[in-house]
């Protein structure tokens, strides 16, 4: 089995992109709205503001109270929209349910939404048009490239059907003439299903799901699930008592582990990805790479 490493390949990513920003003269600008006190989207928000500082980009953060209205929300959606120096607008999901969360995402123009999560850019990427792809299936992508991992005529099968992960890397894998299969949580046999697989990738957000009775010898199996196990019964029922996995949640009070059952699906797999260090880094990277292609659009058109 070989270790699909995301960090060593967002590493790489980066390192060329920098070259590429300090050549252009561009300082391509993103914005990140964080809406409430969610500790583990404040997190990603700092990931994705220290990439931007080591790529040489403007990063312009706004922390919003957890009870901010609709319009508030929006009008500051709008300004950005008419920011010259923002290429990029990122809002941090999830956000409070007061919120129309499509509603929001709608708000934001294409041409800024270096998520991908805009109807317009999820209708190009239906039609193959030229569009911001979503940044986590855009980083499964260039990890299976990069481990040159055959998908023309393959089997591939997805399991979950969001519209951030699961539908957009199915309509990628598509693209690559993969035959594709999406499976959810009301898929009958499911294991069976993708044990037929030649390309497993797990986004179904459950911790450990997916065990070696999904993966067939010889398959490639990417984790796309990061899940924060707290609890000490909840965390000896998946990994076991004894288990390092349970020590860790004894000693800094959690463990962060994916959709797939590591120990177990590396017995079948040929290319299996880690969680931490395997499609996480590879979605910053995306984004910023989604934010310096809109910065050269818009340098392409003044």
């Known amino acids: 089995m070989v270790l699909m490493d995301g960090k060593t390949l967002a590493r790489k990513i980066t390192d060329s992109m920098r070259s590429e920003v300090e050549a252009s003269g561009l300082r391509p600008g993103l914005a ?37 209205s609709e319009g508030e929300l929006a009008t500051l959606i709008l300004r950005l929209n008419n920011d010259p120096d923002i290429h990029g ?25 270096v998520d991908g999560f805009h109807p317009v850019n999820a209708g190009r990427l239906i039609v193959g048009d030229e569009c911001f792809i979503p940044c986590t299936p855009r980083g499964i992508m260039a990890l ?29 894998l598509l693209k690559r003439h993969a035959t594709v299969t999406i499976c959810h949580s009301r898929t009958e046999n499911l294991a069976d299903v ?28 990417v984790d796309v699930g990061v899940n924060r196990v707290d609890d000490m019964e909840r965390a000896g029922k998946l990994f076991g008592m004894e288990s390092p996995k349970t020590v860790k949640v004894r000693e800094k009070g959690y463990v962060l582990c994916g959709d797939v059952n590591f120990e177990a ?6 290319l299996l990805t880690p969680v931490p260090g395997g499609v996480g880094p590879l979605t910053i990277a995306m984004l910023m790479q989604n934010t310096f292609d809109s910065a050269k659009r818009f340098a392409k058109k003044s």
């Open 89 to 113: 607008i990122l809002l941090q999901l999830p956000i409070p349910a007061h919120l129309d969360e499509r509603k929001m995402l709608s708000l934001i123009s294409p041409d800024k939404d």
């Open 265 to 270: 699906a590396e017995k079948a797999a040929s």
């Open 194 to 221: 993708c044990r037929e697989a030649d390309v497993v990738i797990a986004a179904v957000g459950r911790p450990y799901f997916v065990d070696e009775t999904f993966v067939k010898p010889g398959a490639v199996v």
């Open 144 to 172: 299976l490239d990069e481990y040159e991992v055959e998908l023309k005529g393959k089997r591939a099968v997805v399991i979950g059907r969001s519209n951030i992960v699961g539908k957009p890397i199915a309509l990628l």
């Open 32 to 68: 990140v709205i964080l809406v409430g006190e969610n500790s583990a989207s404040a997190v990603y928000v700092r990931m994705k503001e220290k990439a931007c500082e080591k790529l040489g980009f403007f990063s312009s953060g706004f922390r919003l109270a957890a009870d901010v």
